[in-house]
């Protein structure tokens, strides 16, 4: 076992935990904010094919919740556990964010989740509402204070060094840090993306099967409408997220662009295959389009740009994972606008629910936001290498005393774990798909006084899929 | 004003709440291991499925009020119970995933109660190893953890671990008394009877092994001799009524669980107090591992502003679920 690095296995596990936590935050990110529009819209137009939405994503949105909490406890105490000396030198700037993520956060969500998933029988429906929008607000909460920790570790403010440890000058600056105010829209808008095209994809499949086509069309209007203008805000956001990293991370920037050079060509291709021979500083082969790398990155026709050989070696992320992670979140990202400007053309020609080949491909689709999400973060965290925080501390002098041979063994237990989630999620939500939504109710809901609402048993209001599993 | 000690103090707050709140949702998990009627399963799930959620929070608050307030302890700390924490956290996420899980299945749903019920009981096995190996203490060289990572395995801490699970059984049988109505209430009635006496012959145990191990423990018994006594009669008697009135119909279904906290609670006060002014126990106090006062008065401020409004609208969702679990569940 005396070979086995712990560094390497510190950070292997590090990145499957959090890789894996991530996808479930993203889904139900997405969700509960499409939970409560579609809610709110049942309340206010009084349509039961609201209802039978709500109570067909909800059982999703519960199971991924879940599995975003459990793990989300391990990403607590994984500092810890993993990287123990990163969180002596910088416990006090992202402990205390990360607080208030519980604080403001996880407990709102928890207070109101119960009420969400199982109160419908105890509260009245404006109630019930209210509930949703909380878990909602919760979820945009948690995402600011973790993106406000994260984005630090990026681009670093506010603090200094005192007796080997960082301490915080201005929390100010600690949370408003550079790269934070364009980094969260782009994670929240990743996360309505992911939800938009995973609902879009299911109710486009139905629409292939040719069942519960009333449901199916619904959901898929609400999820392509909202992604035409997510992507849309998306495309600027990122742009600006870009701009973000040429001022303050510029060897993430380089490596994700695949250059090398002191300065690149004039004009310069933009890269999209590239085999780079990292100790040789150059690519073995690269392939791009003209004039487009100029345009995009430059906004001009001849720009250039300081590859990545202008960062001393040993500060240098690995180029093939940031390239290709960032190529992999590009190109979805494309694909995704691309896909939103048909559906409008589709949608004018009333033909969005019957063009069979599009739907097809939004049933591909239905997964992709979280992929693109992943390669997003695999571009940021990758790209801020070998720096745990940006500058500031290597990844190296922040690993914990732990022997390498616990590390593995560690590690092997969550990969078992954390299978059985993903298997067992898999499996179930698939399985509900296949079974598709609840049938409609006879009748709508009434809504009426907050009284009635507070003492549903008054009122003689029964939920009336009650005993329905 | 103090700021670490009111950390310290909050620290503790946080830790106490997530003894007794998931401390029932864990009791009744184990005790799933104990019921064969499938029905009397769900209806004991049910009980505590609206709220589990908010419960297990309180870890996270008390593992990250460490993070906050005393880096460099939570440094020290997670990886000196490295294997302990590890396996409480992989079975917390087996047992929150059942949840869902048995929910959605019917032919597996055994299986996932299996799952439920064995997280359950592991994660307050691992708990409690970590109880054992804090009274043992921790090797620290300078302001790192200089030991193994399986240091915190001793025959004692098998003694603590037993210690724990018994105390959140207690829990369990005081909320499924609470919550439950026919076959789960009288299963709850019947271990009611014992559980309790069971989880104070172990503490007892432990707590006379503890002195002789430990002396460090003594000293500290001896300078707070008045609590500590306080807490060790509060603790008995709280566990002789639960017995004595677990078989009588009379008394309200609430006392044995109000009597099972008011055991907790003079527990964690008593292991809290042992402890002090640790925080990595005997090496390394509170206030020469806290952050600055810049980090710790602005966690304190959010936690003075947020601690009222997060007990309010938990309190809330108990009261939305309060009363007997209904029989054909919450949906």
Known sequence: ?469 | MDLPLIAALFMLFALTMYVVLDGFDLGVGALLLAQRDEQVRNRMVDAIAPTWDGNETWLIMAGITLLAGFPLAYGILLPAFYIPIVVMLVSLGLRGVSFEFRHNSTSSRRRWDVVFAAGSLAAGLAQGVIVGGLIHGVRVDGNTFAGSPFDTFSPFCILTAVTVVAGYATLGVGWLRLKGEDATRAFARKHQRWIPLAFLGLTVITVLIAASAQPRLIASWRAHRNVFSFCLAAFTVSAVAIVSLAGRDDVDDHVGFALALAMMLSGMMALGLSFFPNIVPFQITLWSAASTSMSLGFVLIGALVATPVVLTYTGFAYWVFHGKTPAEGWY
């Open chain 1, 1 to 469: 076992m005396s070979n086995l690095d712990p560094l390497i296995l510190a950070r292997i596990q590090f990145a499957f935990t959090v890789s894996f936590h991530i996808i479930f935050p993203t889904i139900s990110i997405g969700l509960a904010l499409f939970l409560a529009i579609v809610e709110g819209l049942q309340l206010k137009t009084g349509d039961p094919v609201y209802r039978q939405i709500y109570r067909f994503w909800l059982n999703i949105f519960a199971m991924s919740f879940a599995i975003g909490v459990v793990t989300g406890i391990v990403m607590a105490f994984e500092f810890g556990l993993t990287f123990s000396r990163f969180s002596q030198v910088a416990g006090a700037v992202i402990g205390p964010l990360i607080a208030y993520e519980v604080l403001s956060s996880f407990f709102l969500e928890a207070g109101f989740l119960g009420i969400m998933l199982f109160g419908e029988g105890r509260v009245g429906p404006k109630l019930h509402f209210f509930a949703t929008c909380m878990v909602a607000l919760g979820t945009v909460l948690s995402a600011s204070w973790i993106m406000a920790a994260n984005s630090w570790m990026q681009t670093p403010d506010g603090v200094a060094w005192d007796h080997g440890r960082l301490i915080v000058t201005d929390w100010h600056r600690v949370i408003v840090n550079p790269s934070w105010p364009v980094r969260l829209p782009h994670m929240l808008l990743a996360a309505y993306l992911s939800a938009a095209f995973l609902v879009s994809g299911v109710s486009a499949w139905y629409l292939l099967k040719r069942r519960d086509v009333g449901f199916a069309r619904r959901t898929l209007s609400i999820g392509m409408g909202a992604a035409c203008i997510l992507i849309t805000l998306q495309v600027f956001v990122g742009d600006h997220v870009g701009s973000t990293m040429v001022k303050y991370q510029p060897a993430k920037l380089t490596a994700a662009e695949g250059w090398w050079d002191k300065t690149t060509p004039s004009p310069m291709p933009y890269l999209w295959i590239i085999v780079p021979d990292q100790s040789g500083q150059r690519n073995l082969f690269q392939m791009g389009t003209p004039y487009f790398g100029s345009i995009w990155l430059t906004k001009s026709l001849t720009g250039t740009m300081p590859g990545l050989s202008n960062i001393p070696v040993s500060d240098q992320p690995r180029m093939l994972p940031v390239f290709y992670s960032f190529k992999l979140m590009l190109v979805i990202g494309m694909t995704m606008f691309t896909l939103a400007v048909i559906s409008l053309w589709l949608r004018w020609h009333g033909r969005l629910y019957s063009a069979r080949w599009f739907l097809r491909i939004l049933v591909v689709m239905a997964p992709s936001g979280v992929v693109a999400t992943l390669g997003g973060w695999y571009t940021a965290e990758i790209g801020r290498q070998p720096w745990v925080i940006n500058g500031l501390m290597r990844t190296s002098e922040a690993v914990s005393p732990v022997p390498a041979s616990t590390l593995l063994a560690t590690l092997i237990a969550f990969v078992c774990a954390y299978s059985v989630f993903f298997l067992a999620f898999l499996i179930f939500t698939l399985r509900l798909i296949r079974r598709g939504p609840e049938g409609l109710p006879a009748h709508a809901l009434p809504s009426g006084s907050l009284k009635r609402d507070l003492r549903p048993e008054i009122a003689g209001v029964q939920p009336y899929l009650a005993g329905a599993k």
